[in-house]
């Protein structure tokens, strides 16, 4: 039996970047290439009519940009199951929060290695989530320069006290093999701790996940 095969659409106003990453993509048997597009409105356009798994979206376009693109293919039931990996020469703190906000699954720079892309294509499209290193610090960084108001009482979330630790975790960038090492837990229980997790709080990944555990408190910047 074949391996499954990975459908991916490209979405980049820029000719020559987008046929760059095609032909990287096809370089790759388990990547299909589905098709590509040059704005934010024709990669909606193209992802309810090809429903890839992945989507590689720019930021910067004319017209409809990346982060509104990303907003309309997640809350589409003609798109469901297509994930969005956001690429852009941008490292700025809110494009990052806001293509989370927006429900990407992923946000890394242009100028990654191909093989590194390769994998985060991979690991999205198994359901995971994926941040550049470096823009992970800078998120990171980012709630640490928030001005301290101190402790903060739980969030009326339904959380139990496992689920915040392992959210805690989650937040602190850990696999769920780290975490069930870190908490003396089976990996099973991980996976349906953090099932639990994204449906209590209503959260498509893991990366929405992370956003929540800073934003609440429950996670703090170099703790």
């Given at each position: 039996?074949?391996a499954?095969?990975t459908?991916?659409?490209?979405v980049?106003?820029?000719?020559?970047?987008?046929?760059?990453?095609?032909?990287l993509?096809?370089?790759?048997?388990?990547?299909?290439?589905?098709?590509?597009?040059d704005?934010?409105?024709?990669?909606?356009?193209?992802?309810?009519?090809t429903?890839?798994d992945v989507v590689?979206?720019?930021v910067?376009?004319?017209g409809?940009?990346?982060i509104?693109?990303?907003?309309?293919?997640v809350?589409?039931?003609?798109?469901s199951?297509?994930k969005?990996?956001i690429l852009?020469?941008?490292d700025?703190?809110?494009?990052v929060?806001?293509a989370?906000?927006a429900g990407?699954?992923?946000f890394?720079?242009k100028?990654?290695?191909?093989?590194?892309l390769?994998?985060?294509?991979?690991?999205?499209?198994?359901?995971?989530?994926?941040?550049?290193?470096?823009?992970t610090?800078?998120?990171?960084?980012?709630?640490?320069?928030?001005?301290?108001s101190?402790?903060?009482?739980p969030?009326?979330?339904?959380?139990?006290?496992?689920?915040?630790?392992?959210?805690?975790?989650?937040?602190?960038?850990?696999?769920?093999?780290e975490?069930?090492t870190?908490?003396?837990m089976?990996?099973?229980?991980?996976?349906?701790?953090?099932s639990?997790?994204?449906?209590?709080?209503?959260?498509?990944?893991?990366?929405?996940?992370?956003?929540y555990?800073?934003?609440s408190?429950?996670a703090?910047p170099?703790a």
């Amino acid at each position: 039996m074949s391996a499954p095969v990975t459908t991916v659409a490209v979405v980049d106003d820029q000719a020559l970047v987008r046929s760059g990453f095609v032909v990287l993509l096809n370089s790759d048997p388990g990547i299909e290439v589905v098709g590509e597009a040059d704005n934010g409105q024709q990669g909606w356009d193209l992802c309810r009519r090809t429903t890839p798994d992945v989507v590689l979206m720019d930021v910067r376009m004319p017209g409809t940009d990346g982060i509104e693109a990303t907003r309309r293919i997640v809350t589409d039931p003609a798109c469901s199951g297509t994930k969005v990996l956001i690429l852009t020469t941008f490292d700025e703190d809110e494009l990052v929060i806001e293509a989370l906000r927006a429900g990407a699954s992923g946000f890394l720079l242009k100028d990654t290695r191909p093989d590194l892309l390769l994998h985060a294509i991979a690991v999205i499209a198994s359901g995971e989530s994926l941040l550049d290193p470096a823009v992970t610090r800078r998120m990171i960084e980012r709630f640490a320069a928030l001005p301290d108001s101190g402790p903060r009482p739980p969030p009326e979330d339904g959380l139990t006290a496992r689920e915040r630790e392992v959210l805690i975790a989650i937040a602190r960038g850990m696999s769920n093999d780290e975490i069930a090492t870190s908490l003396h837990m089976g990996y099973g229980t991980v996976k349906t701790h953090v099932s639990h997790l994204l449906t209590k709080l209503d959260s498509r990944d893991r990366a929405q996940l992370v956003m929540y555990a800073y934003e609440s408190g429950l996670a703090v910047p170099g703790a």
